[in-house]
């Protein structure tokens, strides 16, 4: 990364003198900015205009993987960046990547850029930064850009994170002026943020959400062509699940077990055969290479995850998603197959909310037991090499991360002759592979949000396909919910003085289950 100054970004000569046209905004912007809104986007204009530091980005930067923002300053891509780290996760010798306990790196580079400070602004400078074909296989968890030092706030997240390292959250941050592509989860991705800014950007082939901010204030989103999944999804969601498992009985040094031996071969076989374009033949294989959960084009939510129920009331404690302008920006196919999966429950309770798995029966990683995957139609036991590992590690290791799997249904994995599941266990319904509640795919999600003005936003073909949500046999058909195959092109719930839907055009929301919705715009418990 080297560091020069910015010539001016645009200059013509006339005669013998030189005019030089600083950067600004449009006024649109400023005519519907808040106050603490338009004096962010001068702050930018001065930065870019004046004596901020100047960094240049090239894709050496990158080379040992994300790049840790940790000075305030203007970062200027020089050239396109394919994101494609040598290893999934940092070597012990890389120590600037915290791996140990809480580190927020143990479940690999999780972006492209991490931005743990304030006063930054990315110009991809008509440039892209591209997760790489191979790591967006490996890697599904992944946003190309994170606002923080970490994917998750303190307390929060599928395993423990950056309690012993400090939680570094950006502010007045702006990122604009080219591509951020190919990611298998997020294109921007925030928690807690202040003063952040997403202007003229492509955001494109992503397969959970464009933008994502979770208690972000004061903030802009504007003039992004935010694209969805090109439907070339190669895997399931079993599949990043299996990697990370691997990785936890790595490290319980369990590699010459036949647990990880067979997982490890399955996973192995399933990445030469996609990365050779060769037919799969294991069970990780995604048929109809969508996404096979939810998705939205952009996700305005308060302080923490946005993985449970629709939020009924904000309440005092919750905070963020206050102060925010969306305004001219181009939404498109959000578009995925989602796939209910059903868990077994704990304790008998199924109707209960937890985060990453609480009340599921899931493995390290908030991965839930795909009960309905590994029994026969007779509900005796018929594994995965996935489920066995899983099955392992809670019998082995019961403190490890998530681990919640009872002892009675490690007795029944094991039971012979095989024994039926017990009657007393119960299912749970409406998750997916991570318990997380299925709400639909959205063109918009607005989660108990305050002043929230969304402008002249155009929002085309919010879809979800298949009818594999709210129609498993283990259910009775008062158990069966069909919210996961809903589409909305913009939702919001618990929710105030949310101003402009009126002016957004909305079109094509679709969806293949018959007992689910296609709505354009939908209020919740406002």
């Excluded at 502010?171 to 990611?183: A, P």
């Amino acid at each position: 990364m080297s560091r020069n100054r910015l010539s001016a970004r645009y200059s013509s000569r006339v005669g013998s003198l030189m005019t030089v046209n600083l950067f600004k905004f449009p006024n649109y912007l400023y005519d519907n900015a808040s106050n603490s809104q338009s004096l962010m986007m001068k702050k930018f204009e001065t930065m870019i205009n004046g004596s901020s530091p100047k960094y240049y980005l090239r894709q050496s930067d990158f080379s040992e993987g994300t790049l840790r923002i940790t000075k305030p300053g203007v970062y200027i891509l020089k050239e396109n960046i394919i994101f494609n780290p040598p290893t999934q996760f940092p070597t012990h010798e890389q120590t600037k990547y915290p791996m140990g306990k809480d580190g927020p790196y143990h479940l690999g580079f999780f972006a492209a850029i991490a931005i743990e400070t304030s006063n930054v602004i990315i110009d991809l400078n008509g440039k892209s930064i591209t997760q790489s074909a191979e790591h967006n296989l490996i890697q599904r968890f992944f946003s190309v850009i994170e606002l923080a030092n970490s994917p998750f706030i303190p307390g929060q997240g599928p395993h423990s994170f950056i309690d012993t390292f400090g939680w570094k959250p950006a502010s007045n941050t702006l990122i604009m002026n080219g591509g951020l592509l190919n990611s298998s989860h997020h294109g921007v991705h925030g928690n807690e943020n202040n003063n952040v800014m997403i202007y003229n950007t492509n955001i494109n082939n992503y397969e959970v959400a464009g933008v994502a901010l979770n208690g972000a204030t004061g903030s802009i989103i504007s003039n992004n062509i935010i694209k969805g999944n090109n439907s070339t999804v190669k895997v399931l969601a079993a599949f990043s699940q299996s990697i990370f498992v691997l990785w936890a009985l790595e490290q319980k040094r369990k590699t010459d077990s036949d647990v990880y031996i067979n997982l490890n071969k399955d996973v192995n076989l399933a990445k030469k055969q996609i990365l050779n374009n060769q037919q799969q033949s294991t069970y990780f294989e995604n048929t109809t290479g969508k996404y096979d959960g939810n998705m939205y084009g952009i996700v305005l939510n308060v302080r923490g995850v946005v993985i449970n129920k629709f939020i009924e009331e904000r309440t005092e404690e919750m905070s963020g998603n206050q102060d925010i302008l969306v305004i001219n920006n181009y939404i498109r196919d959000v578009d995925s197959h989602p796939v209910e999966i059903v868990a077994l429950a704990i304790d008998g309770d199924t109707q209960s909310e937890g985060a990453y798995g609480a009340k599921r029966m899931v493995g390290p990683f908030g991965d839930v037991l795909e009960i309905e995957n590994i029994m026969d139609g007779e509900r005796k036991y018929d594994g995965t090499t996935l489920s066995e590992a899983q099955l392992y590690l809670a019998a082995n290791y019961s403190e490890l991360g998530t681990v919640n799997i009872t002892q009675q249904v490690i007795n029944w994995s094991k039971s012979e002759p095989k024994q039926e599941l017990p009657q007393s266990l119960q299912f749970v319904p409406e998750g997916d592979s991570m318990g997380h509640f299925m709400k639909g795919n959205i063109g918009i999600f607005v989660s108990a949000g305050i002043n929230i003005n969304l402008l002249n936003n155009r929002i085309n073909n919010v879809s979800t396909h298949g009818t594999d949500v709210g129609t498993c046999s283990l259910f009775t058909e008062d158990q069966k919910y069909s919210h996961g195959a809903n589409s909305y092109g913009i939702l919001q719930t618990a929710s105030k003085n949310i101003s402009g839907i009126s002016t957004n055009s909305i079109s094509n929301i679709i969806t293949e289950q018959s007992k689910a919705q296609a709505t354009p715009v939908k209020t919740i418990n406002q």
